[in-house]
């Protein structure tokens, strides 16, 4: 049971590339969600997916795209990269709603955009 | 939307020492949640409390959301405890949780 998985957990890139992260859960878990963490300002979502073939904007969406590609697997894709996209990435599911609710996180991609 | 302020940005403790964490927010909320960030960087739930009071070993937290706030505590610390302490809140579905920009605490041996 490996939990959040997430790959790469580094990656540099030059302005202008693409690149994908991936995101997969083996918890069975219903909602994913993509955050980026910038120092000083804790973690920020980015887009969630509330279920399987849904998909939401959070708060800062702007120059990123996401896939539900199924239950398990929640990608997030940054078609032409910016230095402003330099950060922290995490990934995270989330079982139960109210006391239940729990969140589960990926260990991070650290993202350098040069 | 809902603004998050955490106090104090840094704390600095020798080990077996008490500590209280706050955690301020703008708007009624029906969703916080305490994580804590070990310094390599994984993230791991603390509490989910939007009103009350709960304990779990050495920490406990209290919210009081009529005014709201919530605090933290960590008594006797010890050196695992540093790392950055997150409060964050939400509507009742939690997809949108707003996080707060975090407490540093660093505990010394």
């Known amino acids: 049971n490996a939990g959040v998985t997430q790959t790469p957990k580094f990656q540099v890139l030059k302005t202008g590339q693409s690149m994908t992260l991936q995101c997969a859960q083996d918890?069975?878990?219903?909602?994913m969600y993509w955050y980026r963490q910038d120092p000083g300002m804790g973690l920020r979502l980015i887009y969630y997916?509330?279920?399987?073939?849904?998909?939401d904007k959070g708060e800062v969406p702007n120059g990123y795209n996401v896939s539900r590609l199924n239950k398990r697997e929640f990608s997030l894709r940054l078609e032409s990269a910016a230095p402003s996209q330099t950060s922290v990435y995490f990934c995270a599911s989330k079982v139960g709603r109210g006391s239940r609710e729990k969140l589960f996180f990926g260990s991070g991609t650290q993202l350098s955009v040069l | 939307g809902i603004q998050v302020e955490q106090s104090p940005p840094d704390l600095i403790l020798q080990e077996g020492a008490n500590s209280t964490l706050r955690c301020n927010f703008s708007d009624s909320v029906n969703n916080l949640q305490w994580f804590h960030q070990n310094p390599w960087g994984q993230l791991i739930n603390l509490f989910y409390?939007?009103?009350g009071t709960k304990q779990n070993g050495r920490l406990s937290a209290t919210t009081v959301a009529t005014e709201r706030y919530s605090l933290l505590y960590i008594s006797s610390s010890q050196t695992t405890d540093s790392g950055v302490y997150f409060c964050?809140?939400?509507?009742?579905?939690?997809?949108?949780?707003?996080f707060g920009a975090g407490t540093i605490l660093r505990v010394k041996s």
């Open positions: 409390i939007p009103s």
């Open positions: 997916s509330a279920s399987e073939g849904t998909t």
């Open positions: 964050a809140v939400g509507d009742v579905y939690g997809n949108k949780l707003v």
């Open positions: 918890m069975n878990h219903n909602s």
